[in-house]
Each structure stands twice: as C-alpha cells, then as structure tokens.
Antibody, heavy 116, light 111 residues
Framework: EVQLVQSGAEVKKPGESLKISCKGS????????IGWVRQMPGKGLEWMGI????????RYSPSFQGQVTISADKSISTAYLQWSSLKASDTAMYYC?????????WGQGTLVTVSS | QSVLTQPPSVSAAPGQKVTISCSGS????????VSWYQQLPGTAPKLLIY???KRPSGIPDRFSGSKSGTSATLGITGLQTGDEADYYC????????????FGTGTKVTVL
C-alpha cells in the first residue's frame, strides 16, 4: 500500500527555522516526483515545488523560489520542506504529494503555525 | 494567482447534477491531461479524475470528466450530501518551472 506520512504539527515564532518531512512507503521512492502543496487558511491549493528523488532534480514555483528549500534523502525515502526564517504569512497546511502527471497519493498534511 | 480559473461555487439539490468548469490556455489544458481532486472539509485532497476522464479504482461513475480545447469540466450526477466539498482541477503547464498547477477551486453545496 502506497503511503505518504508527514511529520506532526508545528508552532513556531517569526524568524525561526523549520524542516518538515514526508516519508514514502509501499513504492519505489526514487521513481516518482514528490511535490509540496500549500493551503493557507480558507484558501486553495498552491504548488510550491517538486523534487525527483532519483536524481534530486528540484523545481520551484516562482512564488516560492528562494523562500523555501525542497530536498530528499532517498536512503530513508523521505522528502523535506525547509524554511530558514519563518514569517507569519507561512501559517498554512502543507501537503506532500506523489506526482506523475497528476497527484495519485497525498500525505495527511502538516499544519504550520507561525505566531509571536 | 492560478492560471486555471474555476467558478467559486456551484449548488444543487440532492439527486441533481452539477458541472464545474476549469478554464486555461494552450500552455496548460490545451496540450496536457487534466485531473480533478475532491477535498472534503478538514481532509487532504483526493484524486477523482485523471487523464481528462479516467476514474481511479473506488471512485463512483457519478463523477465524470471531459476536456475540450483549453477548458475541462467535472460532472457530478445524483448529487449526495457527502459530495459537499471543494473541487480542484489540475494539469501541467509548460510555462512554469515546477510544471504543475491547480485551479482556483470550486465549493459544491448540496441544498
């Protein structure tokens, strides 16, 4: 059974750093793109970027380029989304998603709350 | 701002039919497959339709997809209260570095 299991909810202060994770199982982790999707409170889905764990090819949507870092450790079948300095506007639910041309599997989501 | 435009909301009575449009351009819908996702309140999205009109295992045939030119449509027949959710279209866009894009989303309300 394919599963994407994300790390738990986080509460952080502005300016702090954060790295959240998404562990894949039940399939060949290096053979599918893994993307990160942001959903701000009451808003729609936004692609942040995507990584191919097989060769670490990483692409970012323009709005997120330079704002976050996407990485993967294929030895433990885990993808990461990282911030070096959080802002209040980063408060959102973040989903990882296995993608070919479409998303066939989603993680359960990680809620990130940034508040002073 | 998404490059795929959907109506903010649609509604109908139980048992009726609704359609949701997704309008794009030649760089996205016009030359790529479209997928559709259902997001029930408080849950992660779920794949409903892929490759324009295919349903994953377990998705009832009340849900259907079609594409024409630079637009796509999701149809839901025999509307049920459990269908009340947000629906998003998605596709590839060759003008974007990350490639993938979602629509603006449509809230379906069962009256």
């Amino acid at each position: 059974e394919v599963q994407l299991v994300q790390s738990g909810a986080e509460v952080k202060k502005p300016g702090e750093s954060l790295k959240i994770s998404c562990k894949g199982s039940g399939y060949s982790f290096t053979s599918y793109w893994i993307g990160w999707v942001r959903q701000m409170p009451g808003k729609g889905l936004e692609w942040m970027g995507i990584i191919y764990p097989g060769d670490s090819d990483t692409r970012y949507s323009p709005s997120f380029q330079g704002q976050v870092t996407i990485s993967a450790d294929k030895s433990i079948s885990t993808a990461y989304l990282q911030w070096s300095s959080l802002k209040a506007s980063d408060t959102a639910m973040y989903y990882c998603a296995r993608s070919s041309g479409y998303v066939d599997y989603w993680g359960q989501g990680t809620l990130v709350t940034v508040s002073s | 701002q998404s490059v795929l435009t959907q109506p903010p909301s649609v509604s109908a009575a139980p048992g009726q039919k609704v359609t949701i449009s997704c309008s794009g351009s030649s760089s996205n819908i016009g030359n790529n497959y479209v997928s559709w996702y259902q997001q029930l309140p408080g849950t992660a999205p779920k794949l409903l339709i892929y490759d324009n009109n295919k349903r994953p295992s377990g998705i009832p045939d009340r849900f259907s997809g079609s594409k024409s030119g630079t637009s796509a449509t999701l149809g839901i027949t025999g509307l049920q209260t459990g269908d009340e959710a947000d629906y998003y279209c998605g596709t590839w866009d060759s003008s974007l570095s990350a490639g993938r894009v979602f629509g603006t989303g449509t809230k379906v309300t069962v009256l």
